[in-house]
């Protein structure tokens, strides 16, 4: 994925309120969007480097939208919605090999009350396949973990991928890590324990759990590697 316009890089003072964040541009302090509704613990300090994406359109109260951060090793893509873009670009150019030759992709497939982040199908060997999408930016312990926060959100997609499983389909659950100086992969436990449970619980009711990582810099961001998982 290439950004479509070329990043700013900017100092990052503080980020609160969840949704917003203070940084110095061309020596002037202004306020930016926060696309990221996590803890982003590991993901930033003070005084780090960032870098910012300006929004087309002119009416926006804040034009400027916080995309990265840097901790000295490694960009670290804070924007969780371009991990369903990542997605997107890899299934439709088969980048994933778990997940290759699936003749059509439709995103946001509604089942039952929810929607799933993919429906893949016309495969000629597998079966019709839904695929559950999760942004990581979590390093704890050196490893990549997953959530940074309770996430009763993120419990619902589990149990939802068991049950498609159960019906026949395939279910996958995609997780992408936003940041190159981890390589392995784990629910973050001691932050969400149900949802580790879960993920453990997916995992044995034939649930495929995949973890990729990107490689980041300002600009693209692109698929670097499988990361090992540990359940």
Same mark, same amino acid.
């Given at each position: 994925?290439?950004?479509?316009?070329?990043?700013?890089?900017? /100092?990052?003072? @503080?980020?609160?309120?969840?949704?917003?964040?203070?940084? $110095?541009?061309? %020596? #002037?302090? =202004?306020?930016?969007?926060?696309?990221?509704?996590?803890?982003?613990?590991?993901?930033?300090?003070?005084?780090?480097?960032?870098?910012?994406?300006?929004?087309?359109?002119?009416?926006?109260?804040?034009?400027?939208?916080?995309?990265?951060?840097?901790?000295?090793?490694?960009?670290?893509?804070?924007?969780?919605?371009?991990?369903?873009?990542?997605?997107?670009?890899?299934? /439709?150019?088969? @980048?994933?090999?778990?997940?290759?030759?699936?003749?059509? $992709?439709?995103? %946001? #497939?509604? =089942?039952?009350?929810?929607?799933?982040?993919?429906?893949?199908?016309?495969?000629?060997?597998?079966?019709?396949?839904?695929?559950?999408?999760?942004?990581?930016?979590?390093?704890?312990?050196?490893?990549?973990?997953?959530?940074?926060?309770?996430?009763?959100?993120?419990?619902?997609?589990?149990?939802?991928?068991?049950?498609?499983?159960?019906?026949?389909?395939?279910?996958?659950?995609?997780?992408?890590?936003?940041?190159?100086?981890?390589?392995?992969?784990?629910?973050? %436990?001691?932050?969400?324990?149900?949802?580790?449970?879960?993920?453990?619980?997916?995992?044995?009711?034939?649930?495929?759990?995949?973890?990729?990582?990107?490689?980041?810099?300002?600009?693209?961001?692109?698929?670097?590697?499988?990361?090992?998982?540990?359940?």
């Amino acid at each position: 994925m290439i950004w479509p316009s070329p990043l700013i890089e900017a /100092t990052l003072i @503080k980020r609160y309120k969840r949704f917003l964040a203070d940084v $110095i541009f061309d %020596e #002037k302090e =202004i306020t930016v969007h926060v696309p990221n509704t996590g803890s982003m613990t590991s993901c930033w300090e003070p005084n780090q480097r960032c870098a910012l994406s300006l929004s087309p359109n002119p009416d926006r109260k804040m034009p400027y939208t916080l995309e990265l951060t840097y901790n000295g090793e490694t960009w670290i893509g804070v924007n969780t919605a371009n991990a369903n873009k990542l997605a997107k670009t890899w299934l /439709t150019e088969n @980048k994933i090999p778990e997940l290759t030759d699936y003749k059509t $992709i439709i995103p %946001e #497939k509604k =089942i039952g009350d929810s929607r799933v982040d993919f429906y893949l199908e016309g495969h000629k060997e597998f079966p019709d396949c839904f695929v559950e999408v999760k942004s990581v930016t979590l390093k704890k312990d050196g490893i990549a973990q997953f959530p940074d926060a309770v996430t009763e959100r993120g419990q619902k997609h589990l149990r939802e991928l068991i049950e498609i499983k159960k019906s026949g389909l395939r279910a996958v659950m995609l997780f992408i890590i936003q940041r190159e100086d981890v390589n392995i992969f784990k629910a973050a %436990e001691d932050i969400d324990p149900l949802y580790s449970q879960l993920l453990r619980d997916a995992h044995r009711s034939g649930v495929e759990i995949l973890a990729y990582q990107c490689r980041i810099d300002l600009k693209h961001i692109e698929l670097l590697q499988p990361l090992k998982v540990i359940i």
